[in-house]
């Protein structure tokens, strides 16, 4: 069974650094990756999905990295605003893709950017 | 574009009725749509995939006949939680697939007294 672990649980940084989330996943067969973001009580928001094939995606200030054969993938977050403060979860999609299978999610990195 | 909708966002009922959550495709058709659950500090889990025109499938330890979902039309997805109980108080959330992409609707919050 997939687990998706993500690292730290919890963040809390000075506005304007640069930081880095983690997530790992203990099976590699995966069709794509996906990272998101949740704000309270929201629904999900889409930041950037890196397929099996790939090693990273890139949008404005953020850029997702995925290792597949070690199970891994970063997200990198550069000059950080208050806005960014949130929920940020990784999930992966299982399978060979065609069909439609869920996805497999973290339990998030609450980060909090403050001003 | 791709946006998807929920109805009702917050719902309170009382134990044992029957509390019905809409989840639509607004722009956009979508032949599988997913369920997923969320606690309190917890991640989503994945409860079912909808698909249009036939049954859904249950993920393991997810009952069908108290998760009834029906998904009459390419853009709308219904779960309906029957006979609900406190511990089914969560937030429930679903999603649309578009090519390799799946687009989330804003969540509904259920609370069963």
């Known amino acids: 069974k997939q687990e998706v672990t993500q690292i730290p649980a919890a963040l809390s940084v000075p506005e304007g650094e640069n930081l880095v989330l983690n997530c790992s996943f203990t099976?590699?067969?995966?069709?794509?990756l996906q990272w998101f973001r949740q704000d309270p009580g929201k629904g999900l928001t889409s930041l950037l999905l890196?397929?099996?094939?790939?090693r990273e995606q890139t949008s404005g200030r953020l850029n997702a990295s995925l290792d597949k054969s070690s199970g891994r993938s970063t997200l990198y977050i550069a000059a950080s605003q208050p806005g960014d403060s949130a929920t940020y979860l990784c999930?992966?999609?299982?399978?060979?893709?065609?069909?439609?299978?869920?996805?497999?999610f973290g339990k998030g990195t609450h980060l909090i950017i403050q001003p | 574009g791709a946006v998807v909708s929920q109805h009702p966002s917050r719902v309170i009922c009382k134990s044992g009725t029957s509390v019905k959550i809409e989840c639509r495709s607004l722009?956009?058709?979508?032949?599988?749509m997913f369920w997923y659950r969320q606690f309190p500090k917890q991640s989503l889990m994945l409860m079912a995939t909808?698909?249009?025109?036939?049954?859904?499938?249950?993920e393991q330890g997810v009952e069908k006949d108290k998760f009834l979902i029906n998904h009459a039309s390419l853009t709308l997805s219904t779960l309906t939680v029957t006979s609900a109980h406190p511990e089914d108080s969560s937030f429930y959330i679903c999603?649309?697939?578009?090519?390799?992409?799946?687009?989330f609707g804003p969540g509904t919050r259920l609370t069963v007294l």
């Open positions: 999603s649309a697939r578009l090519l390799e992409s799946q687009y």
């Open positions: 099976d590699s067969a995966i069709y794509n």
């Open positions: 890196i397929q099996s094939s790939q």
């Open positions: 999930a992966v999609r299982r399978g060979s893709g065609g069909g439609a299978d869920g996805l497999t």
């Open positions: 722009d956009f058709q979508a032949t599988t």
């Open positions: 909808s698909n249009e025109g036939s049954k859904a499938t249950y």
